[in-house]
């Protein structure tokens, strides 16, 4: 097949074949040697399910193509399996993700916009040691937890003040609150007994 025989057990194979020894055929010959495909004629490839021929190299590569990523940041490596770059990650095994950068932490309240790089959401600040964004707020929260943006939450015993957004403490019948400056113009409100009051 694809030949002649030339002399009895000798088959001289047509050009683009090569002698097939074991079945005695000429078969086709693909010079990139055609692996995950078939060499169905001289220089024609026909790649196996999951593969696409390169037309440059002429090499059956395997496809990443579900969804609509087609396994950016990583190479394909095999049938819809997606191998990552450093530094991404494919969420859930799923080859519809592709690679997504990858973040020191969550990357909670933000978004990881390329490897170890957090990129936090308006209102947030990120905190380089957990790799999340914490909110903002503007008081500074003393006293308190900044539950989210410009939400102070106040220790017991303290409470908002809702002019300067500051947590002050509660004062017992009989005590004052007072405002005290510190250093650096700094001013902290103190709970002042009767006796310190009829001092001042």
């Known amino acids: 097949m694809n030949g002649q025989c030339g002399s009895p057990d000798l088959c001289i194979c047509a050009e683009g074949y090569k002698l097939n020894e074991s079945s005695g055929n000429c078969l086709p010959i693909c010079n990139s040697g055609c692996s995950n495909g078939n060499c169905k004629s001289p220089g024609n490839c026909v790649c196996n399910e999951g ?4 037309a440059k190299s002429q090499i059956c590569q395997p496809q990443c193509k ?8 990583g190479k394909c490596v095999e049938p819809e399996t997606c191998h990552c770059n450093q530094g991404y990650e494919n969420l859930n095994n799923l080859i519809s993700n592709g690679c997504v950068p990858k973040c020191k932490g969550e990357c909670m309240n933000g978004q990881c916009g390329s490897p170890d790089l957090c990129i936090c959401a308006e209102g947030y600040k990120l905190n380089e040691s957990s790799g999340n964004c914490l909110p903002i707020c503007n008081s500074g929260c003393s006293n308190g937890n900044c539950k989210s943006p410009g939400n102070c939450v106040c220790n017991e015993g303290f ?12 004062c017992k019948e009989g005590y004052q609150k007072k405002n005290v400056v510190l250093v650096l113009r700094e001013i902290k409100s103190k709970c002042y007994g009767p006796e310190a009051l009829t001092e001042e």
Do not use: R, V
């Open 159 to 170: 409470t908002l003040n809702a002019k300067s957004q500051i947590c002050q403490p509660q």
């Open 51 to 54: 593969f696409t021929l390169n």
């Open 66 to 73: 579900e969804g609509y990523q087609s396994c950016g940041n």
